[in-house]
Antibody
Framework: QVQLQESGPGLVKPSQTLSLTCTVS??????????WSWIRQHPGKGLEWIGH???????YYSPSLKSRITIAVDTSKNQFSLKLSSVTAADTAVYYC????????????????????WGQGTTVTVSS | EIVLTQSPATLSLSPGERATLSCRAS??????LAWYQQKPGQAPRLLIY???NRATGIPARFSGSGSGTDFTLTISSLEPEDFAVYYC???????????FGQGTRLEIK
């Protein structure tokens, strides 16, 4: 059974870069047919999709965060990561890593069957 | 960007009743819509994908319907554990971008 676990600092200073890692167990980040994803949830608010990366390295970001995000996968460590630069208090949230079944079916075609595995979430506070 | 609007914001019902939650898209998303359940302090759980397909292990009392811009999640007979927040989520035709609705809180009446 695949499990995901987020890790990283719980406190980040304004203007710095937030860095989180998601460690995958019971499965492989090099396996095809998945999107490795990041989602966040501001306190008391709804879910916000941040971005995802496929096993082949195709990366897609939320348009609203695109200028500040980097998502990468390290297959040797079976991890994927999120970096969010120039953080402000508005980036304070619970950050989840998750896995969606999906992938390319050629050209501008892909399938996506939802985020069916989630980490427990990690709270990140941006404050000086 | 496609916007998903969920209604009602809060739904108050009793165990055993039928729950109907709505999700409307600002433009057609075909059948590319999923539903999630989130309980306090927990990560969301996938219930339905591609509008009507139940995810693994999801009870049959949960069903999804709709296509285009209007979608519904129905819980046929509420169990005590069903009271939670429910989110819909769509994916673009291309590129593969994802958005969530703002959520519906299902509370015990």
């Amino acid at each position: 059974q695949v499990q995901l676990q987020e890790s990283g600092p719980g406190l980040v200073k304004p203007s710095q870069t937030l860095s989180l890692t998601c460690t995958v167990s019971g499965g492989s980040t090099s396996s095809g047919g998945f999107y490795w994803s990041w989602i966040r949830q501001h306190p008391g608010k709804g879910l916000e999709w941040i971005g995802h990366i496929s096993h082949s390295g195709s990366i897609y970001y939320s348009p609203s965060l695109k200028s500040r995000i980097t998502i990468a996968v390290d297959t040797s460590k079976n991890q994927f990561s999120l970096k969010l630069s120039s953080v402000t208090a508005a980036d304070t949230a619970v950050y989840y890593c998750a896995r969606a079944r999906g992938g390319s079916c050629g050209g501008d075609c892909y399938y996506y069957y939802g985020l069916n595995v989630w980490g427990q979430g990690t709270t990140v506070t941006v404050s000086s | 960007e496609i916007v998903l609007t969920q209604s009602p914001a809060t739904l108050s019902l009793s165990p055993g009743e039928r729950a109907t939650l709505s999700c409307r898209a600002s433009q057609s998303v075909s059948s590319y819509l999923a539903w999630y359940q989130q309980k306090p302090g927990q990560a969301p759980r996938l219930l339905i994908y591609d509008a009507f397909n139940r995810a693994t292990g999801i009870p049959a009392r949960f069903s999804g319907s709709g296509s285009g811009t209007d979608f519904t999640l129905t819980i046929s007979s509420l169990e005590p554990e069903d009271f939670a927040v429910y989110y819909c989520q769509q994916r673009n035709n291309w590129p593969p971008l994802i958005t969530f609705g703002q959520g519906t809180r299902l509370e015990i009446k």
